[in-house]
């Protein structure tokens, strides 16, 4: 199975701040990545995907970059919605994994 | 509008079995694969399981093999998944997600609202 180190695993920041979280591969992926948000109980919704594309509907605040084993989730001005849990997830082979989540919060 | 809603979520021993169904609309639903993700109280998301548009492909986690099994009937629009000998391990709310692929082999785009399966005796 494919590891994913995502860090931070907590991220305390105001609104208007830019943020940025991690997320590193054991073994390169190319592209084969996407992007969650997950906010309190309800399910996660599709941000990025191929690393770098944004879903429809996403606000563009949002950008994902990164090939390999190396990736980047950033949000350019937080908004007080952007409050959540952000996971990585790779779809390079089965079984698919998630990262361990990163829990933004307002500072 | 497209969506999917998971049923058939509740309090079950361990060693007991349980089938959660996942409706689909809005969506060509035989076009898509379809996974199962479970995320236990306070955890994080865990893949359980992906099944091809045309449900000759599977794949599961080591956690569930040999004990869970995904099928889907695509007259009726619907995901399954056959969850047998449960531990208490297995506790979590149980997502159905849609590919964006025909094959599974893309991200998920659209998520139920998840239900609950709890394992206790």
């Known amino acids: 199975a494919i590891w994913m180190t995502q860090s931070p695993s907590l991220l305390s920041a105001s609104t208007g701040d830019r943020v940025t979280i991690s997320c590193r591969m054991s073994e390169g992926i190319s592209n084969y990545l996407a992007w969650y948000q997950q906010k309190p109980g309800k399910a996660p919704e599709l941000l990025i995907y191929?690393?770098?594309t944004l879903q429809s509907g996403v606000p563009s605040r949002f950008s994902g970059s990164g090939s390999g084993t190396d990736f980047t989730l950033t949000i350019s001005r937080l908004q007080s919605e952007d409050f959540a849990t952000y996971y990585c997830q790779q779809y390079y082979s089965f079984p698919r994994t998630f990262g361990q989540g990163t829990k933004v919060e307002i500072k | 509008q497209v969506q999917v809603v998971e049923s058939g979520g509740g309090v079950v021993q361990p060693g007991r079995s349980l089938r959660l169904s996942c409706a689909a609309s809005?969506?060509?639903?035989?076009?898509?694969?379809m996974h199962w993700v479970r995320q236990a109280p306070g955890k994080g998301l865990e893949w359980v399981a992906v099944i091809s548009n045309d449900g000759s492909k599977n794949y599961y986690a080591d956690s569930v093999k040999g004990r869970f099994t995904i099928s889907r009937d695509n007259s009726k629009n619907t995901l399954y998944v056959q969850m047998n000998s449960l531990r208490v391990e297995d506790t979590a709310v149980y997502y159905c997600?849609?590919?964006?692929?025909?094959?599974?082999?893309?991200?998920?785009?659209?998520w139920g609202q998840g239900t609950m399966v709890t394992v206790s005796s």
């Open positions: 997600a849609k590919d964006r692929s025909g094959l599974g082999i893309d991200a998920f785009d659209i």
């Open positions: 191929a690393a770098s």
């Open positions: 809005g969506f060509t639903f035989r076009s898509h694969g």
